[in-house]
């Protein structure tokens, strides 16, 4: 951000505030987007069908491309992001990260925003800070699953993968659409809090304990919930000790 002023000769000065956090980053993603575009000064901006560059564009083009292409099959995690109880932007970084699209340390090495020699965990570690080993394996961060479970009576969900990890978690208590939901929504924030941690760490130079990630947990959770129901008859130091009892499913 900048603004513009006039010094007391009437010469002109630019005034810019450092750029925060997010900023940095949305800055080094729309830098790495730039990389491999070369600008030519002679020739007009034109749009370009890559499938089919010498005809162009076309309907029978487009069907031919979509048909042709082996089959994804979308992994079970991809129907839980969306969650109708928690706000639209964790749901954007849940998207994010079963894409490995966040910026860790180790996407910003690849994309050429680090050094190689920068792409340490911000716990301290000492281990490459990719989504995996941020989320999961991280012997600072990954503790925090266990204690979470801990508060929920909810058996530990060991798994090598997010989307797994995310799919396994959902289904650990069983029963219910709303034990599902529930769970559904506890994962949801668990990320969305381990991610601000990290942003915190890395930006701030401010560490929280685990015990104080357990507090952040219970009280999103807690807020999101009574947010969206209004009538929902939840007692908050119920839900800070058993919240499956406080929710009527125990």
Known sequence: MASLGWGAGG???VWRRPLRGWEEEMLG???SLLLNISLQVHSPDSWLWQ???DNG???RSAYYFLTSQDSVTLHAADGLIWHPQVPLKVSILAWRLLRDRLPTKANLVTRGILSPEAHFCVSGCEAVESAQHLFL????FGPLWSIVSSWIGSPLVVSHTIPDHFAQFTLSLGGSRGR???MQLIWLVSVWVVWNERNSRCFSGTANSLQHLLDKIKNY???WLK????TLALNYYSWWSSPLICLGFV
């Open 11 to 13: 010469e002109a000065w």
């Open 29 to 31: 993603e729309c830098q």
């Open 51 to 53: 499938p089919d560059p």
């Open 57 to 59: 564009y076309s309907v």
């Open 137 to 140: 394996s991280c012997s600072t």
């Open 180 to 182: 599902r939901s529930f």
């Open 221 to 223: 959770s807690y807020r």
């Open 227 to 230: 947010a969206a129901s209004c």
